[in-house]
């Protein structure tokens, strides 16, 4: 996989397919029944600045191509369509629990997300939780006990936020799960060498991580800039939520600076197409 030039070589909680479409996150795969999949930008058929595997509904794409698009990626994945369930994503800290009720909300249109949210949580066999992502972390959350899964979508007011923290304790609350025994990864997402932000941002990054903070903020040479590690601040949340040091994994791969694999909504000015994250719990096999 790519090296961020910030961090240094990625510690491999993903996987690159061989045709480079979709990222495995290959420790939670290995540790419970789950499909656990980055996708990337390849293999899709839309066209111009969105070519040419856009997964979003709302960025001026033909809707057409999107499911299109959407029913290769899953399929690469060995999933299918009528299984997800999505997340509006409004930049938030709330978690939905999902069953299979849900299934199929957010899946062909964005109106029938489940509104409102930024993570969901299942024990759910065979659903799918998706959520769009373009430089924002995705946090991939599996306990292999029950088993259960958690999905978030942190952009940095998400990251402020502590959602993956807050999906943890859904799955608490809602499964049982024990942090101590829950295994994360984090996904590809813009780096700390790529995501530059000012005081608006750097100051609630402060008071949400008080003494932490000093190292998620990095001085980008100039006055009242900072390089944000969005990778870390969601790790320091998990640890926060109880998790264990050696079970969370940070994939370590720039949106930003792998454009050709990836959309990147801050190095595009904000004209990019969508990647998915897909997290479910494999159906068990009937005995013969």
């Not at 939670?28 to 509904?57: I, K, W, Y």
């Not at 998706?130 to 259960?148: H, K, Q, S, T, W």
């Not at 998790?243 to 600076?257: D, F, M, Y």
Request: charged share 20%; proline share 8%; with cysteine.
């Amino acid at each position: 996989m790519e090296e961020c030039p910030i961090t240094g070589p990625p510690d491999e909680a993903f996987t690159l397919d061989p045709e480079g479409r979709l990222y495995h996150a290959a420790r939670l795969e290995a540790a419970a029944p789950v499909v656990a999949v980055f996708t990337t930008r390849r293999g899709g058929v839309s066209r111009g600045h969105l070519d040419s595997c856009n997964l979003g509904l709302a960025v001026g794409d033909d809707p057409e191509a999107v499911l299109t698009n959407r029913r290769r990626a899953l399929e690469r994945a060995g999933l299918a369509l009528p299984s997800v369930v999505a997340a509006e994503q409004v930049h938030g800290g709330r978690v939905a629990r999902v069953g299979r009720h849900e299934a199929g909300r957010g899946a062909t249109t964005r109106e029938t997300a489940i509104p409102g949210v930024d993570a969901l949580v299942t024990d759910e066999p065979g659903l799918t939780l998706m959520i769009g992502c373009a430089d924002c972390v995705p946090v991939y959350l599996v306990d292999p006990e029950r088993p259960a899964i958690g999905l978030a979508h942190a952009g940095w007011r998400g990251t402020v936020a502590r959602i993956a923290a807050e999906a943890v304790r859904a799955m608490t609350e809602a499964f049982g799960s024990r942090p101590e025994a829950i295994l994360a990864a984090v996904g590809p997402s813009i780096g700390p060498c790529c995501y530059e932000v000012d005081e608006p941002v750097a100051g609630p990054v402060r008071r949400a991580f008080g003494e932490d903070a000093q190292t998620l903020l990095a001085p980008a040479g100039r006055p009242d800039r900072w390089f944000l590690d969005l990778w870390a601040a969601n790790r320091q949340a998990l640890l926060d939520a109880g998790l264990r040091p050696e079970n969370i994994g940070v994939a370590g791969v720039c949106t930003s600076c792998n454009q050709d694999r990836f959309f990147s909504h801050r190095a595009s000015g904000g004209k990019a197409g969508r990647m998915a994250a897909l997290l479910a719990i494999r159906p068990s096999t009937p005995a013969h």
